[in-house]
Protein backbone atom coordinates (compact mmCIF):
# COMPACT_ATOMS: atom_id res chain seq x y z
CA UNK A 1 0.00 0.00 0.00
CA UNK A 2 1.39 3.81 -0.63
CA UNK A 3 0.48 6.40 1.42
CA UNK A 4 0.91 9.94 1.67
CA UNK A 5 1.26 12.88 4.83
CA UNK A 6 3.15 16.21 4.95
CA UNK A 7 3.83 18.21 7.99
CA UNK A 8 4.42 16.13 11.00
CA UNK A 9 6.72 19.53 12.70
CA UNK A 10 8.18 16.44 15.31
CA UNK A 11 9.02 19.00 18.30
CA UNK A 12 8.34 22.10 16.79
CA UNK A 13 6.37 24.14 20.15
CA UNK A 14 5.35 26.74 17.89
CA UNK A 15 2.74 24.05 15.32
CA UNK A 16 1.14 24.32 19.16
CA UNK A 17 0.07 27.54 19.17
CA UNK A 18 -0.57 27.97 15.73
CA UNK A 19 -2.72 24.97 14.66
CA UNK A 20 -2.07 22.31 17.12
CA UNK A 21 -3.83 23.53 20.24
CA UNK A 22 -5.40 20.32 21.67
CA UNK A 23 -1.92 19.09 22.86
CA UNK A 24 -0.50 20.12 26.21
CA UNK A 25 2.82 19.96 24.89
CA UNK A 26 5.48 18.36 21.73
CA UNK A 27 5.63 15.02 23.66
CA UNK A 28 1.84 14.14 23.35
CA UNK A 29 2.05 15.57 20.17
CA UNK A 30 5.37 13.53 18.70
CA UNK A 31 3.24 10.42 20.49
CA UNK A 32 0.22 10.71 18.87
CA UNK A 33 1.43 11.14 15.73
CA UNK A 34 3.85 8.42 15.82
CA UNK A 35 0.40 6.36 17.00
CA UNK A 36 -2.12 7.97 14.49
CA UNK A 37 0.84 7.02 11.81
CA UNK A 38 1.47 2.89 12.70
CA UNK A 39 -2.48 2.42 12.71
CA UNK A 40 -2.37 2.60 9.16
CA UNK A 41 0.94 2.52 7.60
CA UNK A 42 2.50 -1.24 8.14
CA UNK A 43 6.10 -2.46 8.02
CA UNK A 44 5.90 -3.30 3.81
CA UNK A 45 3.93 0.02 2.99
CA UNK A 46 5.73 2.73 1.43
CA UNK A 47 5.04 5.97 2.81
CA UNK A 48 5.81 9.81 1.35
CA UNK A 49 6.31 11.95 3.52
CA UNK A 50 5.55 15.66 1.48
CA UNK A 51 8.29 17.49 3.85
CA UNK A 52 8.66 19.27 7.14
CA UNK A 53 9.37 16.37 9.29
CA UNK A 54 11.01 17.51 12.31
CA UNK A 55 12.04 21.34 13.71
CA UNK A 56 14.71 20.81 16.30
CA UNK A 57 18.59 21.76 17.57
CA UNK A 58 21.01 19.57 15.13
CA UNK A 59 22.81 18.89 18.20
CA UNK A 60 19.40 17.11 19.68
CA UNK A 61 18.43 15.35 16.12
CA UNK A 62 19.95 11.78 16.07
CA UNK A 63 18.06 11.10 19.74
CA UNK A 64 14.57 13.44 18.81
CA UNK A 65 14.58 10.86 15.25
CA UNK A 66 15.20 7.91 17.45
CA UNK A 67 11.84 8.65 19.19
CA UNK A 68 9.83 9.67 16.57
CA UNK A 69 10.70 8.74 13.15
CA UNK A 70 12.01 5.23 14.14
CA UNK A 71 8.80 4.33 15.77
CA UNK A 72 7.61 4.42 12.35
CA UNK A 73 6.30 1.59 10.04
CA UNK A 74 7.16 1.69 6.60
CA UNK A 75 9.27 2.28 3.87
CA UNK A 76 9.34 6.10 4.43
CA UNK A 77 10.16 8.55 1.45
CA UNK A 78 10.82 12.37 1.69
CA UNK A 79 10.08 14.79 -0.35
CA UNK A 80 11.60 17.73 1.36
CA UNK A 81 9.74 21.15 3.08
CA UNK A 82 11.02 24.23 4.45
CA UNK A 83 12.48 22.63 7.68
CA UNK A 84 13.86 19.58 6.06
CA UNK A 85 16.84 21.92 3.87
CA UNK A 86 18.81 22.34 7.48
CA UNK A 87 19.49 18.38 7.66
CA UNK A 88 19.59 17.20 4.21
CA UNK A 89 23.03 16.83 4.23
CA UNK A 90 22.93 14.92 7.46
CA UNK A 91 23.77 11.38 7.74
CA UNK A 92 21.51 10.75 10.79
CA UNK A 93 18.65 12.35 8.91
CA UNK A 94 19.52 11.02 5.96
CA UNK A 95 19.41 7.25 7.64
CA UNK A 96 15.87 7.41 7.95
CA UNK A 97 14.22 7.42 4.66
CA UNK A 98 14.81 5.16 1.35
CA UNK A 99 14.84 8.78 -1.03
CA UNK A 100 14.82 11.79 -0.47
CA UNK A 101 13.69 14.32 -3.40
CA UNK A 102 12.89 17.99 -4.39
CA UNK A 103 9.19 16.67 -5.87
CA UNK A 104 8.12 13.73 -7.11
CA UNK A 105 6.63 12.78 -10.36
CA UNK A 106 5.48 9.37 -11.15
CA UNK A 107 2.07 6.98 -12.70
CA UNK A 108 0.33 4.81 -9.98
CA UNK A 109 -1.71 2.24 -12.01
CA UNK A 110 -2.67 4.54 -14.52
CA UNK A 111 -2.71 7.97 -12.43
CA UNK A 112 -0.08 10.90 -13.41
CA UNK A 113 0.76 11.99 -9.44
CA UNK A 114 3.06 14.94 -8.48
CA UNK A 115 4.51 15.26 -5.25
CA UNK A 116 5.39 18.59 -3.89
CA UNK A 117 5.57 20.12 -0.20
CA UNK A 118 4.06 23.18 -1.72
CA UNK A 119 1.49 23.71 -3.46
CA UNK A 120 1.61 24.58 -6.98
CA UNK A 121 -0.52 25.89 -9.85
CA UNK A 122 0.79 23.82 -12.53
CA UNK A 123 1.56 20.33 -12.17
CA UNK A 124 2.15 17.50 -15.05
CA UNK A 125 -0.75 16.49 -16.57
CA UNK A 126 -3.00 18.77 -14.47
CA UNK A 127 -5.77 18.93 -17.43
CA UNK A 128 -5.92 15.76 -18.19
CA UNK A 129 -6.11 13.72 -14.82
CA UNK A 130 -3.02 14.36 -13.33
CA UNK A 131 -2.90 14.18 -9.72
CA UNK A 132 -0.93 17.23 -7.23
CA UNK A 133 -0.50 16.14 -3.49
CA UNK A 134 1.06 18.52 -1.39
CA UNK A 135 1.32 19.75 2.13
CA UNK A 136 2.46 23.52 3.64
CA UNK A 137 -0.37 24.47 4.17
CA UNK A 138 -1.68 22.76 7.37
CA UNK A 139 -4.84 23.82 7.93
CA UNK A 140 -5.05 27.42 7.21
CA UNK A 141 -8.36 27.71 4.49
CA UNK A 142 -8.04 31.74 4.91
CA UNK A 143 -4.65 32.23 2.60
CA UNK A 144 -5.10 33.28 -0.90
CA UNK A 145 -3.18 30.17 -1.71
CA UNK A 146 -5.61 27.64 -0.11
CA UNK A 147 -8.55 29.52 -1.40
CA UNK A 148 -6.90 29.04 -5.18
CA UNK A 149 -6.21 25.42 -4.72
CA UNK A 150 -9.58 24.40 -3.35
CA UNK A 151 -10.83 25.43 -6.93
CA UNK A 152 -8.56 22.25 -8.20
CA UNK A 153 -10.59 18.93 -7.70
CA UNK A 154 -7.51 17.38 -8.47
CA UNK A 155 -4.96 19.09 -5.90
CA UNK A 156 -5.14 17.30 -2.10
CA UNK A 157 -3.81 18.59 0.68
CA UNK A 158 -1.98 15.99 3.18
CA UNK A 159 -1.15 17.95 6.26
CA UNK A 160 -1.22 16.33 9.25
CA UNK A 161 -4.16 18.90 10.22
CA UNK A 162 -6.09 17.92 7.38
CA UNK A 163 -5.82 14.21 7.23
CA UNK A 164 -6.55 13.96 11.27
CA UNK A 165 -3.22 13.10 11.62
CA UNK A 166 -2.98 9.91 9.52
CA UNK A 167 -1.68 9.04 6.26
CA UNK A 168 -3.90 8.68 3.28
CA UNK A 169 -3.91 5.85 0.81
CA UNK A 170 -3.74 6.56 -2.71
CA UNK A 171 -7.42 4.90 -2.91
CA UNK A 172 -8.31 7.94 -0.03
CA UNK A 173 -6.76 10.38 -2.55
CA UNK A 174 -8.72 9.12 -5.45
CA UNK A 175 -12.02 9.13 -3.08
CA UNK A 176 -11.69 12.85 -2.07
CA UNK A 177 -10.94 13.85 -5.50
CA UNK A 178 -14.47 11.92 -6.89
CA UNK A 179 -16.18 13.41 -3.77
CA UNK A 180 -15.10 16.97 -5.89
CA UNK A 181 -17.24 15.74 -8.42
CA UNK A 182 -14.45 15.52 -10.82
CA UNK A 183 -13.88 12.73 -13.15
CA UNK A 184 -9.88 11.06 -13.66
CA UNK A 185 -9.29 10.64 -16.98
CA UNK A 186 -7.60 7.11 -17.44
CA UNK A 187 -4.45 7.99 -19.96
CA UNK A 188 -1.51 6.19 -19.62
CA UNK A 189 0.58 8.63 -21.78
Known sequence: MIYFISDYHFYHALALFRSRTQFRDVGEMNNYIVSRHNSVVKEDDT???LGDVIVCDEVELKNCLKDTLGKMAGHKHLILGNHDYLFRDNPDFLTY???????????????????YHYPVLGWYRKYKGGIHIYGHMHDDNKTPESKIMSG?????????????????????????????KIIIKEHLI
Open 152 to 180: YANAVNVSVEVVDYKPVSFDKILQIIKSR
Open 47 to 49: IYI
Open 97 to 115: FESVQESKTFKINSHWVQL
